[in-house]
């Protein structure tokens, strides 16, 4: 992983998305409309296929050093599905499949799949199966999670366009997998946002003569988001780091962990940002709600809680050794 390149492609997500991704734009989004200004944007940027190997046309590039990227979406509130495109594209690379241009995204066979009407093109994982179907030859029932995100189902796919196989690093719960990391990488992200909304409201909304976050009360829970979001983005980091040294299938552990701690830290700190802004942060202009609905919906998706923390435990009750050796030995760099 290069720091470096993490940092650039999160401050170019940034810059690209400023004045055509706020409020108003996922409104529109939440009311049906595609953000053709933010997508435009994103997509002059070509970097939908970060995660493609150099061989293949992309640019060769780790989960590492995506995570920065995916959290700078997730900060945004995720308008447009370029993390699923990411994803989606180095699914069809690993398969030995050419991922196509435009709006691409993926999903588990028979699962939900994120932004599905508004894709030209949908990578279906069935298991290390992956199939590669246009968006509009599929019959799409419409529906949307808590945060009236685009999660379609499509009716028994008919005839793909092509198929491949994953290699084994990838395991037989790629999809679920990889949906997990992007999901922990944009919660860590949404964190960070509704924090920096929590405490600028906390020194500007003044009770009793005084800004509330001069009341220590506000201060420590404040304090607790502050250490949540923190602990989100480190573990997300972790988990990427692993699935690029070990393969998806063995950061099983990692993932879980990154999940678990993100769902955790979402919990936490969409209800101390909701208490401190108090009624406005659920008024429809607010952008709080927008992260916070989002925060609650990626929770579930990729893997609840429940489902990694007994996975996690699964993989810990196998391991060989004293549990401590297991534990500090995970995020090592591997041998040349």
Do not use: Y
Request: aromatic share 4%; charged share 15%.
């Amino acid at each position: 992983m290069d720091a470096t390149i993490g940092a650039e492609l999160a401050d170019q997500v940034a810059r690209a998305l400023s004045g055509v991704a706020d409020v108003a734009t996922l409104r529109a989004l939440e009311a049906g409309a595609f953000p053709d200004a933010a997508w435009s944007a994103l997509d002059g940027l070509g970097l939908a296929t970060a995660l493609v190997p150099e061989a293949q046309g992309g640019a060769g590039l780790g989960l590492a050093d995506v995570v920065p990227l995916l959290e700078a979406l997730g900060h945004a509130g995720a308008p447009v599905p370029l993390a699923e495109g990411i994803g989606a594209a180095a699914l069809l690379a690993a398969a030995g499949i050419a991922p196509p241009d435009g709006v691409l995204t993926f999903a588990a066979a028979g699962a939900p799949v994120p932004w599905g009407r508004h894709a030209a093109h949908v990578a279906l994982v069935d298991g290390a199966r992956v199939a590669l179907h246009a968006a509009g030859s599929l019959r799409w029932t419409e529906a949307a999670n808590i945060a009236r995100e685009p999660r379609d189902t499509p009716a028994p796919a008919g005839v793909p366009i092509a198929e491949g196989t994953l290699p084994n690093v990838w395991g037989h719960d790629a999809a679920r997998a990889l949906t997990a990391v992007i999901r922990s990488a944009q919660i860590a992200g949404a964190l960070q946002a509704a924090l920096a909304l929590a405490v600028e409201h906390a020194r500007t909304r003044k009770q009793f003569g005084r800004p509330i976050g001069a009341f220590q009360a506000v201060q420590q829970q404040l304090a607790v988001f502050a250490a949540e979001a923190s602990a989100a983005s480190v573990a997300a980091a972790a988990a990427a780091r692993a699935a690029d040294a070990r393969g998806l299938a063995e950061a099983a552990f990692e993932i879980g962990c990154a999940k678990v701690a993100g769902g955790e830290a979402a919990a936490k700190g969409a209800a101390v940002a909701h208490q401190v802004l108090a009624a406005m942060g659920i008024t429809e202009e607010h952008a709080l709600h927008h992260l916070t609905r989002r925060l609650w919906s990626w929770r579930e998706e990729g893997g609840s809680e429940r489902f990694w923390a007994a996975r996690i435990g699964t993989i810990v009750q196998g391991a060989q050794g004293p549990l401590w050796g297991f534990l500090t030995s995970r995020d090592q760099e591997p041998a040349a």
